[in-house]
């Protein structure tokens, strides 16, 4: 059974939002390694309206030369969950719509390796909610940014178990959690 695995850059308030503005004093050969290795074992993302709408405006124009990550987010497949979208065109992409808990259980026990989701905080949240999220990561960068999106909302409680942590040099935390109850 395929795995979903989401990760965030996180600052110490919980702030995932516009990691672009906080996140680069703190990346580091070890950071780069902690997000390499979700590409690694990744043979599909799946993301949100959002995410999706946002990226699908901005890689498909890009190569390698552009920017390391080109190649990787273009080539791969990509489920995008979606009530409101009707079509998706980037290429690779797949719509996912109807009952979330269905069409996400059918997508986990197609073949294939882990699915990657990075950023798609309603996304994630409501995959937490269902029981659907298999690991979350977390970055979590040295710095309280005092505003913005945070992952949690109020009355999400999910228990969750530590799988896997380490200290960059930088300040920076990389946290892997599952859920306790699967």
């Known amino acids: 059974m395929r795995k979903l695995v989401a990760s965030f850059f996180m600052s110490l308030d919980g702030v995932v939002e516009s990691p672009?503005?906080?996140?680069?004093?703190?990346?580091?050969?070890?950071?780069?390694?902690?997000?390499?290795?979700?590409?690694?074992?990744?043979?599909a993302m799946m993301m949100g309206r959002v995410t999706?709408?946002?990226?699908?405006?901005?890689w498909p124009g890009k190569t390698d030369a552009d920017d390391p990550f080109a190649g990787f987010i273009n080539d791969i497949r990509k489920y995008v969950?979606?009530?409101?979208?009707?079509?998706?065109e980037w290429q690779n992409s797949t719509l996912v719509s109807g009952d979330l808990t269905e069409e996400i259980t059918k997508l986990k026990r197609q073949p294939g390796g882990t699915i990657g989701i990075s950023g798609s905080t309603n996304l994630v949240r409501s995959l937490m909610?269902?029981?659907?999220?298999?690991?979350?990561?977390?970055?979590?960068?040295p710095i309280v940014v005092g505003k913005g999106q945070r992952l949690f909302e109020e009355g999400l409680e999910i228990p969750m178990k530590l799988a896997s942590?380490?200290?960059?040099?930088?300040?920076?935390?990389?946290?892997?959690?599952?859920?306790?109850?699967?």
């Open 81 to 88: 969950v979606s009530s409101t979208l009707g079509t998706v």
């Open 52 to 58: 999706y709408e946002a990226w699908a405006a901005y």
């Open 129 to 141: 909610r269902h029981g659907l999220l298999d690991e979350l990561r977390l970055l979590v960068h």
């Open 20 to 43: 672009d503005q906080w996140h680069f004093p703190y990346f580091s050969e070890e950071m780069g390694a902690a997000v390499g290795a979700l590409m690694t074992e990744s043979d």
């Open 165 to 182: 942590s380490e200290a960059f040099p930088t300040g920076v935390l990389s946290l892997a959690y599952r859920p306790t109850e699967k």
